[in-house]
C-alpha cells in the first residue's frame, strides 16, 4: 500500500517523523494559503478521506474514555468539552460521550442572530480564521470542573492556547485537557505550552492517538504554492468526466495515476440526473443538530432513542443494488455538511451497523489541491457554490474524494438553514453528487434555535458561580458581529475585523469642491459623504513602491518599537482597535509582530472616530460586551496636530459607560508630540499615506449620517471590490513584515532606553498649526494639515490652497510635489516647520476660488 503522502514528500522534500502509526493516519495534500502550503489530511476524521464511520466515531470515542481514565469518575462528571469548527465537531463531540455525562459545545464560524457571544478567537494557519462561541446555556463554560479541548491535530498549538487564555480570563479553572488525533507540534512548541501552564497557573494534559514531527525544508511554501499552481485545473466544467451512460463500475482510489484530478464541476449535461430523493427524518424534538449551541447528557439520551426508527427509514430509501456482477454489497456514502458532521456520523454509523457497507466524509470551505495519484490524499475535487447564505458572503465549496470512490448511493445530510435554493441549483452539491454517483438521497435536519437566554458577565475572583447572571444591555445584544475579509475587506479575516456596517451598495461620493463647500458653509460634515476614490497615475504609483521599497525597514521598526511599548506597559493580552482607516494597516503590522516574534494571536478591531461627532459608541459597547475595556489598546497611523487624540480623550471623559477604556492612542509616528506611545516621533513618508483605500483593504474612510445609521448601529463604510486590480494592501503589509527580523535587534536595544525616557507629550505640534492658521490668515486650526500623512489627505481628498515644505526636504515629500503637481497647487518651502511638510486646505471656499488661485483669502 503506497503511502498517501508520497507525492508531496518526494517534491517538496517534506517529512512525516514519529509514532510508527502516524503514516496510517495522515497523507499529504496541498492548498492555496498564504500562510501553510501543506496540508495534513486525516484518515480517520472523516472530513477529506470518506471512512468507515465506526473508525471514525470510535477514535473520537476512544479518545474519550482515556480522558475519563486520566480525570477520574469525579472530575469527568464537571468536564465540559470544546470541540474546533469546522474540522474537529464530531471528533469533539465523539470525546464527550466517551467522557460520558460531559455537555459539549463547538466553536462555530456561523453568527446566529439573537444568540450572545460568549468568546470568540482566532485560528491562525486555517483556510477559515474567526471563530464564536454561542452557548445556549449562559453558565455552561462558567464551571470549575475541567475544560477539554478537541481538535483535528495539534500543530503549533495556538489555536489552542489562544481559547485557554481568552477562556481562563472569563472562566478562570485549575485543569485543562487537550485531546487531539496526532500531536504534531515542534520541542519549542511543547516547551511553549509548558511554560505556559505555568504561567497560568493550571494544568494543561495532552492526549492523541500518536505524535511525531513535519519537518520542511526551507523554501517549502514557495515551492508548494509553484506546484499548486503548476498543477491546479482551472474549475470549468470542461475538467470533470463526463458521467456515463449507465452505471458505472466502481473507480478504485488506488488505481495508479499521476495527473491532476478534476478541480471543477462535473457536467451535468451529459446525462439527465435522476431526480434527488429526499428522506423525511423524524429527528427528535429539541434535540440539536449538533454541537452549536451546546449538546448535554439529556440530548444525547433522546437521540440514541431515536436513531433506530431514522435508520429504518434511511435504509428502506437507500434499498439500491450493487452493480451487475459486483461481488460485493451496494457501497453508500454519507456525506455531512461543513460543521454539520455529529448528526451524519451517528446517521452513517446506525447504517453500517445495521449491515450496509457505508462510508461518511463531509464537505468544507477548505480550497485543497487534488492530484490522482496513489501516494496523494486528495484524488478528486467537487466544486459548488455555498448554500447556507454564509456570514462573510458567497464562495466555493468542496468534497473530496467522491467522485471516482465507488459509491452506489449518497446521502448528503444538511441542516435546514442550508437547504436553499443553490443547494438544488444546476451548479449545486446535489447536482455534483449526481453527476459521479448513480443515486442522490437528502436528509435535512432541522437547525437547531436557541431560546432567549440572560448572558453571564465576567465573574470575580471569589464571587459564586450562582450570582453570575445579569441582563445584558439591550443594544450591545442586537449589535452584529464584525466584518472580516473576503466579504468585507481585502485583508485575512483573522487579520482585522471592521466594527463598521457595510454601505457598500450606497451611493456616498461627491465631487471633492462640492464637498468642500458644503463642509465650509456648515451645510454638511466631512463624515456625511466621501470623496471620489483617487486613481494614481502609473508615475505615482511607481513612487509608492520606490518609497516602500526604500522605507520598509524604517517602518517595520516603527512597528516593532511601538508593539514592544504596549506589550511592556499593557500586561496581558492587549486587544487593538485601529482607529478606521489610517490606524488599520498599522494594527495589521502590530498584530503581526507579536505573532512573529512572541507568538501572539492578538484581537484587532477597527473603529470608526469622527472629528466633532466622537467615537463610534455602539462599537465600544461591543468591545465592552466581548472584552475587558482595560485590555483595549487604541491604534491609530500617526499625529498631525493631535485633533482625533483630543477627540478620543473627550468622548471617553465625557461617559461614564466608557470609564474603563484608556484613552492613550498608540501610533506609529508622532510628529506632533500629542502621545506618550510611538514607534518614532520623525516626520516621515509612510507609504500607506501615499494611497486611500488600496492601501487599506479597499475600505472607503468611515461615514456617519443620520439616514444611515440609526441609534443601534455601527458607523458606515465601503468596501471598493471594483478596485481590486490596484490594491496593495497586502503588497505593503507583506513588504514591512518582511524586514522584521533584519531590525529586531534594534528595536529592542530602542525600546528599552524609549521606556526610561521622558515620554510626556509637548503638543508643540499643536502649537505650530495654531502659529500658522494665524499668519496665513486661515483662523481655523481645522483648515492646518501637519505631517506628511494629513498633507497626503489634504492633497487626495480635499481642495488644497497651498502645501509648505520643510526646507531641504528630499525623498519623503517626492509623492507630495507629484500630486502637488498634478492639482495646480504650488509648494512653499519654508524654515522652522516641526513637520516635514503641512498642507493647508483652501479657506473660505466657494467653487469659485479653486486650486491655489487664493480667493477670499487674507494672505500675509
Same mark, same amino acid.
Given at each position: ?53 465506526? #473508525? ?88 470549575? %470542573? ?10 503549533? %498549538? ?13 472562566? +478562570? ?91 471543477? +464541476? ?30 448535554? +447528557? ?33 457501497? #453508500? ?36 489541491? *487534488? ?89 470575580? *475572583? ?105 506589550? *511592556? ?37 477597527? #473603529? ?62 508622532? +510628529?506632533?508630540? !500629542? ?14 499615506? !501615499? ?111 497651498? $502645501? ?32 516635514? !511638510?503641512?498642507?493647508? $486646505? ?19
Amino acid at each position: 500500500m503506497v503511502w498517501t503522502g508520497t507525492w508531496v514528500a518526494e517534491r517538496l522534500g517534506v517529512e512525516l517523523i514519529g509514532d510508527e502509526e502516524l503514516p496510517a493516519l495522515l497523507g499529504l495534500a496541498l492548498r492555496r494559503n498564504p500562510k501553510r502550503a501543506h496540508l495534513l489530511v486525516s484518515s480517520v476524521l472523516g472530513k477529506h478521506v470518506p471512512q468507515h464511520p465506526s #473508525v471514525v466515531y470510535g477514535s473520537g470515542l476512544g479518545l474519550g474514555l482515556r480522558v475519563r481514565e486520566l480525570l477520574g469518575a469525579e472530575e469527568a462528571g464537571r468536564a465540559v468539552v470544546l470541540g474546533y469548527a469546522e474540522t474537529a465537531t464530531a471528533l469533539g463531540h465523539a470525546v464527550a460521550d466517551g467522557l460520558g455525562s460531559a455537555p459539549y459545545l463547538h466553536s462555530t464560524r456561523r453568527p446566529v442572530p439573537g444568540v450572545a457571544t460568549a468568546g470568540g478567537f482566532e485560528e491562525s494557519h486555517s483556510h477559515a480564521t474567526s471563530h464564536l462561541l454561542l452557548p445556549e446555556d449562559p453558565e455552561l463554560l462558567a464551571g470549575k %470542573g475541567p475544560l477539554v479541548l478537541v481538535d483535528d491535530e495539534f500543530s503549533t %498549538g495556538n489555536t489552542v492556547l489562544n481559547t485557554i487564555r481568552g477562556l481562563h480570563e472569563r472562566y +478562570p479553572r485549575d485543569r485543562y485537557v487537550v485531546v487531539a488525533l496526532v500531536d504534531m507540534r515542534a520541542p519549542a512548541d511543547r516547551d511553549r505550552l509548558t511554560a505556559f501552564a505555568a504561567e497560568l497557573g493550571a494544568r494543561v494534559d495532552l492526549l492523541s492517538l500518536a505524535a511525531g514531527t513535519v519537518t520542511l525544508p526551507d523554501g517549502v511554501l514557495a515551492r508548494g504554492q509553484e506546484l499548486v499552481a503548476r498543477h491546479e485545473t482551472p474549475p470549468t466544467p470542461s475538467t470533470a468526466p463526463p458521467a456515463p451512460s449507465e452505471p458505472a463500475a466502481p473507480t478504485p482510489l488506488d488505481e495508479p495515476a499521476a495527473t491532476p484530478a478534476p478541480a471543477g +464541476p462535473a457536467s451535468p449535461a451529459a446525462l439527465p440526473a435522476p431526480p434527488v430523493v429526499r428522506i423525511p427524518l423524524d429527528w427528535p424534538v429539541e434535540v440539536p443538530d449538533g454541537g452549536r449551541h451546546g449538546f448535554t +447528557p439529556g440530548h444525547r439520551a433522546r437521540l440514541e432513542a431515536a436513531l433506530p426508527a431514522m435508520t429504518e427509514a434511511l435504509a428502506e430509501a437507500l434499498a439500491v443494488a450493487a452493480p451487475d456482477g459486483a461481488e460485493r454489497g451496494p457501497r #453508500v456514502l454519507v456525506l455531512g455538511f461543513e460543521e454539520l458532521m455529529y448528526a451524519p456520523l451517528r446517521l452513517a454509523g446506525a447504517l453500517e451497523d445495521a449491515g450496509l457497507d457505508v462510508r461518511y466524509s463531509t464537505t468544507t470551505r477548505s480550497p485543497v489541491l *487534488a492530484v490522482d495519484d496513489p501516494g496523494y490524499a486528495i484524488r478528486t475535487r467537487l466544486v459548488f457554490p455555498a448554500h447556507d447564505d454564509p456570514a462573510d458572503g458567497p464562495g466555493d465549496r468542496y468534497a473530496y474524494n467522491v467522485a471516482g470512490g465507488g459509491f452506489d448511493a449518497v446521502v448528503a445530510v444538511v441542516d435546514s438553514t442550508a437547504d436553499t435554493p443553490e443547494l438544488h441549483a444546476p451548479d449545486g452539491l446535489l447536482a455534483q453528487l449526481a453527476a459521479h454517483i448513480p443515486r442522490v438521497a437528502l436528509a435535512v435536519v432541522p437547525s437547531y434555535t436557541p431560546r432567549p437566554q440572560r448572558r453571564p458577565r465576567p465573574q470575580a *475572583a471569589m464571587e459564586p458561580v450562582a450570582a453570575t447572571l445579569t441582563e445584558a444591555p439591550e443594544r450591545s445584544s442586537m449589535l452584529p458581529e464584525p466584518l472580516r475579509g473576503p466579504a468585507f475587506s481585502s485583508y485575512a479575516p483573522e487579520e482585522v475585523g471592521w466594527l463598521l456596517q457595510d454601505l457598500s451598495d450606497v451611493e456616498l461620493e461627491a465631487p471633492t469642491e462640492e464637498r468642500e463647500e458644503a463642509i465650509q458653509r456648515g451645510g454638511a460634515h466631512y463624515a456625511e459623504s466621501l470623496p471620489v476614490e483617487y486613481q494614481p497615475s502609473a508615475r505615482y504609483q511607481e513612487l509608492f513602491h520606490s518609497a516602500l521599497e526604500s522605507s520598509a525597514a524604517r517602518i517595520a521598526h516603527a512597528v516593532g518599537t511601538v508593539t514592544e511599548t504596549v506589550l *511592556a506597559e499593557r500586561p496581558g493580552r492587549p486587544v487593538l482597535v485601529s482607529l478606521a482607516r489610517a490606524g488599520t494597516p498599522v494594527g495589521v503590522l502590530m498584530r503581526r509582530w507579536a505573532r512573529h516574534r512572541h507568538g501572539l494571536d492578538l484581537p484587532h478591531y477597527a #473603529v470608526s472616530i469622527v472629528r466633532g461627532r466622537g467615537i463610534d459608541a455602539n462599537a465600544l459597547r461591543w468591545l465592552a460586551a466581548h472584552h475587558d475595556p482595560a485590555d483595549v489598546v487604541f491604534v491609530d497611523g500617526w499625529t498631525g496636530k493631535g485633533a482625533i487624540t483630543r477627540e478620543l480623550a473627550a468622548a471617553l471623559r465625557e461617559s461614564e459607560e466608557f470609564a474603563g477604556f484608556d484613552p492613550e492612542i498608540a501610533v506609529l509616528a508622532d +510628529p506632533g508630540s !500629542c502621545v506618550r506611545t510611538y514607534g518614532t516621533r520623525e516626520d516621515f513618508l509612510i507609504p500607506s499615506a !501615499c494611497l486611500n483605500s488600496t492601501v487599506s483593504g479597499l475600505i472607503s474612510r468611515t461615514v456617519l449620517r443620520s439616514d444611515l445609521v440609526g441609534a443601534d448601529d455601527f458607523h458606515g463604510a465601503k468596501f471598493y471590490r471594483d478596485l481590486t486590480g490596484a490594491d496593495v494592501s497586502n503588497t505593503f503589509l507583506d513588504a514591512v513584515e518582511a524586514r522584521f527580523d533584519e531590525v529586531a535587534d534594534t528595536v529592542d536595544t530602542d525600546v528599552k532606553d524609549l521606556l526610561a525616557a521622558d515620554r510626556t507629550p509637548t503638543w508643540e505640534g499643536w502649537a505650530a498649526v495654531e502659529r500658522i492658521s494665524e499668519e496665513y490668515g486661515i483662523h481655523d486650526v481645522n483648515l492646518v494639515k501637519p505631517g506628511v500623512g494629513e498633507t497626503t489627505r489634504v492633497l487626495l481628498r480635499r481642495v488644497p490652497w497651498k $502645501i509648505l515644505a520643510k526646507r531641504g526636504a528630499g525623498a519623503d515629500l517626492a509623492h507630495v510635489r507629484l500630486l502637488a503637481e498634478q492639482r495646480g497647487v504650488p509648494v512653499e518651502e519654508v524654515d522652522g516647520l516641526p513637520y516635514t !511638510c503641512v498642507g493647508l $486646505i483652501h479657506p473660505q471656499y466657494t467653487r469659485g476660488a479653486t486650486g491655489a488661485d487664493g480667493k477670499a483669502v487674507v494672505t500675509r
